[in-house]
């Protein structure tokens, strides 16, 4: 038979859910430590940084090269002296700045796919890093519950042994119970501290005081079919970035190309000889004479990177699908999880640990018993909310490897 979700049950799902606030406040909601991770966080800054500087190097790839103020004096008397003034007019030939643009611009591009998935990659570490926080709170509390029921039980022993019909010997495994359960609840206070400082640092903000708000409805991520997933993995940031990459590679073995062409120098200018003498017109033409280097060690190399960035997109592919599934079956298994846990065992568990209390305090039952019965709940408890926690770090891992793409099918 299937029991209800109960009260604490609902309280640990809701601990665990997302967020719908969009506005940044104190305390945090989940979209709001988005939005000030997406804001604040130095990798990002860098990111966009590296975007801005492939503008200018864009900028300067299609930039005409500059010409050449020549200017010859020959001869040390006025008579004697002939002064030559050239103007050396470099032109490019062979689709040399055509190319070099072309990578500046695919560099451009790589930039800007690499700024994308690092906003994926802020964005699902955030949420999983808000929901470590959530669990980390939800089993300081669970602890400190843990510590009542043991102060309880500790007291409940104490009365029975004052009557005559309990072992002191029981009494002082009591309070070993209860001490460990003290120390359960310090381990989880630091946790929670750990876990704050992990979420603040995605924006280099201050942990101390940092507080977050719980989402008013119980949620958990939910897990689209595996092949849904995968076809959307092609228009993930990874794919984009390997695919760009060959593009780019294509595009540099363009330029090395382009140089084997060699450029032209137009040569303008006057000369003037003696004093007296007249202006005279000098028109030039300079060409490299490409004998000895054609640039072929260079066209290789670049032709060779093209095939290296063509496997390296199929390793990507195969890397990125292998993940995916794994995120995808890890995501599944923590719902089963909290599915099994929710519905059968920590109902059971807490009727147990109830009725071991109260027998206890009738006599009916030893102190084992309810020691017992307290870890199985503790247990239970730590299982549901480990479930939890994991179906939302898998579900960021998801989001993590599609991008912008999983968040908008699964908002």
């Given at each position: 038979?299937?029991?209800?979700?109960?009260p604490?049950?609902?309280a640990?799902?809701?601990?665990?859910?997302?967020?719908?606030?969009a506005?940044?406040?104190?305390?945090?909601?989940l979209?709001?430590?988005?939005?000030?991770?997406?804001?604040?966080?130095?990798?990002?800054?860098?990111?966009?940084?590296?975007?801005?500087a492939?503008?200018?190097?864009?900028?300067?790839a299609?930039?005409?090269?500059?010409?050449?103020?020549?200017?010859?004096?020959e001869?040390e008397?006025?008579?004697?002296?002939?002064?030559?003034?050239?103007?050396?007019?470099p032109?490019?030939?062979?689709?040399?700045?055509?190319?070099?643009?072309?990578?500046?611009?695919?560099?451009r591009?790589?930039?800007?796919i690499?700024?994308?998935?690092?906003?994926?990659?802020?964005?699902?570490?955030?949420?999983?890093?808000?929901?470590e926080v959530?669990?980390?709170?939800?089993?300081?509390?669970?602890?400190?519950?843990?510590?009542?029921?043991?102060?309880?039980a500790?007291?409940?022993?104490?009365?029975?042994?004052?009557?005559?019909?309990?072992?002191?010997?029981?009494?002082?495994r009591a309070?070993?119970?209860?001490?460990?359960?003290?120390?359960?609840?310090?381990?989880?206070?630091?946790?929670?501290?750990?876990?704050?400082?992990?979420?603040?640092?995605?924006?280099?903000?201050?942990?101390?005081?940092?507080?977050?708000?719980?989402?008013?409805?119980a949620?958990?991520?939910?897990?689209?079919?595996?092949?849904?997933?995968?076809?959307?993995?092609?228009?993930?940031p990874?794919?984009?970035?390997?695919?760009?990459q060959?593009?780019?590679?294509?595009?540099?073995?363009?330029?090395?190309q382009?140089?084997?062409v060699?450029?032209v120098?137009?040569?303008?200018?006057?000369?003037?000889?003696?004093?007296?003498?007249?202006?005279?017109?000098?028109?030039?033409l300079?060409?490299?004479?490409?004998?000895?280097?054609?640039?072929?060690?260079?066209?290789?190399?670049?032709?060779?990177?093209v095939?290296?960035?063509?496997?390296?997109?199929?390793?990507?592919?195969?890397?990125?699908?292998?993940?995916?599934a794994q995120?995808?079956?890890?995501?599944?298994?923590?719902?089963?999880?909290?599915?099994?846990?929710?519905?059968?065992?920590?109902?059971?568990?807490?009727?147990?640990?109830?009725?071991?209390?109260?027998g206890?305090?009738?006599?009916?039952?030893?102190?084992v018993?309810v020691?017992d019965?307290?870890?199985v709940l503790?247990?239970?408890?730590?299982?549901?909310?480990?479930?939890v926690?994991?179906?939302?770090?898998?579900?960021?891992?998801?989001?993590?490897?599609?991008?912008?793409?999983?968040?908008?099918?699964?908002?």
């Amino acid at each position: 038979m299937k029991h209800r979700l109960t009260p604490l049950l609902a309280a640990l799902a809701l601990a665990c859910a997302c967020s719908s606030s969009a506005a940044w406040s104190s305390p945090l909601t989940l979209e709001a430590a988005i939005d000030l991770a997406l804001r604040a966080n130095p990798t990002l800054r860098a990111a966009g940084s590296e975007v801005t500087a492939q503008d200018g190097a864009l900028a300067q790839a299609g930039a005409l090269p500059n010409p050449e103020l020549e200017l010859l004096r020959e001869g040390e008397g006025g008579n004697n002296r002939t002064t030559t003034a050239t103007l050396n007019i470099p032109i490019e030939l062979g689709g040399k700045r055509a190319a070099r643009v072309e990578a500046a611009r695919q560099e451009r591009a790589l930039a800007a796919i690499a700024l994308e998935a690092a906003r994926s990659r802020v964005r699902a570490d955030t949420a999983a890093a808000f929901h470590e926080v959530l669990a980390a709170r939800e089993r300081e509390r669970m602890a400190g519950e843990l510590v009542a029921l043991a102060g309880r039980a500790l007291a409940a022993a104490g009365k029975r042994v004052e009557a005559g019909t309990l072992s002191p010997v029981e009494e002082t495994r009591a309070r070993v119970a209860q001490g460990s359960a003290r120390i359960e609840a310090l381990q989880a206070a630091r946790d929670l501290d750990g876990a704050r400082i992990r979420l603040a640092a995605l924006w280099a903000g201050d942990a101390r005081g940092l507080e977050i708000v719980a989402p008013r409805a119980a949620a958990l991520p939910t897990a689209a079919p595996l092949d849904k997933l995968l076809a959307q993995l092609d228009a993930s940031p990874a794919m984009r970035h390997a695919r760009l990459q060959v593009d780019h590679r294509r595009a540099l073995a363009r330029v090395e190309q382009s140089r084997r062409v060699p450029d032209v120098n137009v040569i303008v200018g006057a000369q003037r000889e003696g004093p007296a003498a007249r202006d005279r017109a000098v028109l030039g033409l300079s060409v490299p004479l490409p004998l000895f280097n054609r640039n072929d060690g260079a066209v290789r190399e670049a032709l060779r990177r093209v095939d290296k960035a063509q496997d390296e997109e199929a390793a990507e592919g195969a890397r990125l699908r292998a993940e995916l599934a794994q995120a995808h079956a890890r995501l599944t298994a923590a719902l089963a999880e909290c599915t099994l846990v929710s519905t059968e065992i920590l109902p059971g568990a807490e009727d147990a640990e109830r009725a071991a209390n109260r027998g206890f305090e009738l006599g009916k039952f030893g102190l084992v018993d309810v020691l017992d019965a307290q870890r199985v709940l503790a247990q239970s408890k730590n299982h549901y909310l480990n479930a939890v926690a994991e179906s939302h770090r898998a579900a960021a891992d998801i989001v993590r490897l599609l991008g912008d793409a999983a968040v908008q099918e699964n908002p």
